[in-house]
């Protein structure tokens, strides 16, 4: 529904040869402590020092499983794209539609506040066409619009959504103002909550006849 199909994964696992379990366990670690720094600090922001100081391990060692701070940004984005795909295969199949596929992935959102952060921080300096990430979150967008607008056509197709509506556009239009809802949910410290408005304009495209 929902997930990224860009690969990154052949970019971070090629950084390292480790390939034990204990090996694999510190790797996990260490993007668990790099996907807190980035989401606080973006990219550019957090060190590869203070990251291993966080990890409990000296900087050398966090460069032998990640030779620098780009391949372990994207040890992280892989274990973003992870997260992501595992939601909407433990969503989508418990929704009666496309739309309420799409307020439980914003009720997720909101238990969550630290994977909205990290994407919220990483795409917005992912602008850039000289960030590390641009690729990747240009590949994010292009395969979300084209699976949320599939989603929608669904949807119209089983009566849910109103027939007249363009599925293409609402599928831009429903990104961006999930975009601005966890970006407002962020600022006001999860205040501002990311589904009730989602799904109150989701009501408008409804179909009555269902």
Sequence with gaps: MLSDTTNV????KRSSG???????????ALVDVALRAFAVHGYRGASIGAIAREAGISEAGLLHHFPSKRTLLFGVLEHLSA???QTDERLAPKA???????????RFHEADPTLVRLFVVLSAESVNP?????EYFTGWYETLRASVAAGFASDQDN??????????LMARVVISILDGLRLQFLLFDGDLRIAEPLETFLDTLRSTTR
């Excluded at 480790?18 to 996990?28: D, H, L, M, W």
Aim: charged share 25%; proline share 7%; net charge neutral.
């Design 9 to 12: 994964s052949h970019v971070a």
């Design 18 to 28: 480790t390939t034990t379990a204990r090996g694999q366990a510190r790797r996990e």
């Design 83 to 85: 997260m992501f795909r």
């Design 96 to 106: 009666r539609s496309f739309c309420d596929a799409l307020v439980s992935l914003a």
């Design 130 to 134: 000289e960030h590390p990430a641009h």
């Design 159 to 168: 009566g849910f959504v109103v027939p007249e509506a363009d599925p293409v």
